[in-house]
């Protein structure tokens, strides 16, 4: 006569909420990963669009010819045309930066003159729920082919 076995598994129907308990473990912390994964991600889409206006702008102001009434080592044209350039470029992107913020200088470099700027341009993350920086802070240095006596 063959032997019977006890049945050893719980119901099926216990089964069935030890499921239910955890996923509503487990859900939290997915939500948490897949919304950081959103803003760490638009934070760096964003960082590279910062970074890539940054450098066009500055190229942009550097090709620039001094006014005729520049003293040496000074072009009011290469310098506006790049705080224009970037508050230009950026708005397209959708982030409003005030001029006043991205105001570039004319430094001496190894004798060379050379237009610089460090702007903080604020970040809005999309969710907010995990912490994000608050702003990109962007260092930029760009050789004045046109200007002398720096």
């Known amino acids: 006569m063959p032997h019977s076995r006890p049945n050893v598994s719980p119901p099926r129907r216990a089964r069935r909420g030890s499921q239910a308990v955890e996923f509503a473990l487990t859900l939290p912390v997915l939500v948490t990963m897949l919304l950081a994964l959103v803003d760490y991600g638009w934070f760096f889409l964003r960082q590279a669009m910062v970074v890539n206006t940054v450098r066009e702008s500055m190229r942009f102001g550097a090709m620039q010819t001094p006014d005729v009434g520049d003293l040496p080592g000074d072009c009011s044209p290469c310098t506006s045309g790049a705080a224009d350039a970037i508050v230009t470029s950026l708005a397209t992107y959708g982030i409003v930066v005030d001029a006043s913020q991205v105001t ?46 720096c």
Request: hydrophobic share 40%; proline share 15%.
């Open 104 to 149: 570039p200088t004319i430094i001496a470099v190894e004798g060379t003159c050379a237009l610089s700027l460090t702007p903080t341009i604020p970040f809005d993350p999309m969710t907010g729920f995990v912490p994000t920086p608050d702003a990109f802070d962007v260092n930029a240095v760009s050789y004045l082919p046109n200007v002398t006596g």
